[in-house]
């Protein structure tokens, strides 16, 4: 009775052992969270930020301008960074300091007083590194004074050119009088010699300390009007012509000798996104109606989405839920989508299609060897508002690589070796892989009749290789493969030898 009992317990082992190999296992993935995102295959419109517990998140990426070929200077003062991502200027110095708080993106500028500013030297192709007509142009930035004071410098240019044999001196300056910002172009517009050649464009709403404001000063080489705006709307223009109406003589840009461009030399306050285009970009379209909102939204209202790379099982999975840590502020959306596949590098945008999914609930049929995970992150409607990512759990069910055989004899032959090998415990063989080589553990065998190393073959038993060379020692190992795909291959049986030879 002992002896029964104790062969029923060890039948009972070896049933849960086996179980707990053939049948599929549960897995978790996690994305984000502690560890932070690894790399993704799709940012488009999103980046990292800090998320829940102060964790890395997927966050919609502001829309700030990004640099083309009409760039002519772009500060974004993002990751603490003060340089031209245009390439057309050189820093010359630095007072400003990084600060957070950006209006957009997460980096903005700090200046402090009369200390000097941000000073840039022009390259021979940049506006400002050259003589000559500029054309068209638009300078902007936006703003957040501290105390907006007289005689304060946002922007400033002096240079001077040769005009019969006569130095005049030119300037472009933007400063403060009486909380309201003044362009002053001195000399800059070929044949306007009104006011001693000097044009003032000055905004008649004040501009209020400790608010973000949005600032455009345009010229259109085409008609002639240089027009001054805030948040979207016009504050002041001139159509700089021979009557000061449009239609008429236009009177032209043109700059002297390059000289220095100098940002917030005298200024206390935050700046952000200080750029210089040589076009009229149409801001008009980014504007929004409300008096007193920033002129663009700063997050596209189309949204980012953000995809995985293909993640890689053993023999394939089973996807089953997915769980998130995220914040959605009010009117903000998250949609979460999954696919799979058993060969990805076929894979296009839309094949294998997308399946939305709800995190928290069951996932419909989707299995393969790979997988990957999107989300669709959406701002408010005013475009000023983002939600984030923090973590996604992925629970799926994995089909575990097949089982080798259990024991593999090789017996020498005359320029064979016959293999013989018990069948696989686990379910789902399709066949079996022959490795052989001529030192122990390296299977890199070229000489048997059948081909080099390893040999496909059925599920079978047994298998004879030929052609091997008398005297010289082999070593063998066989592995499975799955019904499902025979390049989803399982570990090495035991090493097994012979030394083929005449009997």
Known sequence: MN?????????TILFLILNCSIFSQDKELILGGKSGWPALSVMDGVTRGKGRYGHECIELATAA????????????????SFVDLSNHYEIVSNSLFATTGAVMGHGAALSRGTSGGLVLKGKPDSVFGAQGNPGSFEIEFYLKPS??????????????????????????????????????????????????????LKSYSAVIPDGWTYHVISYDEESGLLEYKINGHTEALRYITDGGREGRTIFQPVLGL?????????????????????????????????????????????GGRFETQPIATSAGALLKTIDVIENIPPQTEIRYYVRAGDNFFNWTDNSPEWIQV????????????????????FPDGGGMITPSVTKITVDYEEIPLPLPPFKLNAKAMDGAVNLT???????????????????????????????????KVDNITSFRLTGLKNGAIYYFAVSTYSEI??????????EAYARPGKK
């Open 3 to 11: 002896v029964y009992r104790k062969k029923t317990a060890l039948i």
């Open 65 to 80: 301008r990004s640099v083309n070929d009409e760039t002519d200077l772009f500060v974004s003062y993002e990751n603490k």
């Open 147 to 200: 105390i907006a004071g007289n005689g304060e410098v946002i922007f400033s240019w002096h240079s001077s050119r040769i005009v019969d044999d006569y130095v005049m001196y030119q300037l472009i300056t933007a400063t403060f009088t009486n909380n309201r910002l003044e362009w002053n172009f001195t000399n800059v517009f070929d044949g306007y010699k009104e006011n001693n050649g000097e044009l003032l």
């Open 258 to 302: 390059p000289s220095e461009i100098k940002i917030c030399p005298e200024y206390t306050g935050c700046i952000d996104d200080f750029r210089i285009v040589r076009h009229l970009a149409g801001h008009s379209a980014d504007c929004h109606d409300d008096v007193g909102t920033i002129v663009r939204d700063r997050y596209k209202v189309s």
């Open 358 to 377: 709800m995190p928290g609930e069951e996932i419909p049929e989707v299995r393969g060897r790979y997988f990957q995970i999107a989300a669709e992150l």
């Open 421 to 455: 090998w018990s069948y696989s415990a686990g379910e789902g063989t399709g066949g079996y892989y022959i490795y052989y080589g001529s030192r122990p553990g390296e299977y890199l065998g070229r000489d048997a009749d059948q081909g080099p190393s390893p040999i």
């Open 485 to 494: 795909d025979e390049h989803i291959s399982g570990s090495l049986s035991n």
